[in-house]
């Protein structure tokens, strides 16, 4: 990831403060309640994607990697995956685009997200790091080009240690490289199904589980609906896929 080279030192203990007081305010009564009230268990998307994941669902504790074919589409479903972490969301980047309202529509409350700016690659790396040994934090995404895979397994370590889903949102590149994360996926957007020219339609997604550790690759057409990621009937779940 190229790094800005007027770019301020990146004042590493301010933030951690920063970012411990924020999540003391938001969560209240701390760690225990934080983990309490999401459960341990992995995080559902939709009845066709849990049964083709071997954990049936998404796994917390652990590290996740999304290219974006088309950045909106890709956006959109890591809110949803963080969404329903629950809990305090950090969306790390260089310099962070999301906005809030647009990711609420995915459930993603503008009062759990908090955006942290990180233009430089070993501050953004860190910042990641540090958040995802946090017990308090419900989910975090880092923004980032190509990572070397001593970085990923740090990553992927810190994530279990703390407890932590880890979304890594890359460009859609280099998709036969090595990761350390349990999963990787391709997200693109694909036609909505409205009927009118004159309305945008419901979001609607193309899918693809390029690698799943324990599991089988696989493909779904899914269409964001109200408070539903429903699926199109047909698709066929990983572990059924030769």
Known sequence: MPTPADAPPFDRPALLSALRARIARLERSGATEALSARGEDAIPLSRAIDAGLP?????RAA???????EPGAAAGFAALVLARAGGTVLW???DPDAWPPGLARFGLSPAHLVLVRAPRAQDALWAMEETLRCPAVGAALLMTGALDLTAARRL???????GVLG???RPDEDNASPTAALTRWRIG??????ASPHAIGDPAWSLDLLRCRGGRPATW???WHGEDLVTEEGATPARQRA
């Open 55 to 59: 954990w049936g669902g998404l796994p």
């Open 63 to 69: 590290l996740h990697e999304i290219l974006a074919a």
């Open 92 to 94: 790390i980047a260089p």
């Open 156 to 162: 992927q370590l810190a994530a279990e240690a703390g």
């Open 167 to 169: 979304l890594l949102l």
């Open 189 to 194: 957007a694909t036609p909505s199904d409205s």
């Open 221 to 223: 057409r899914a269409t």
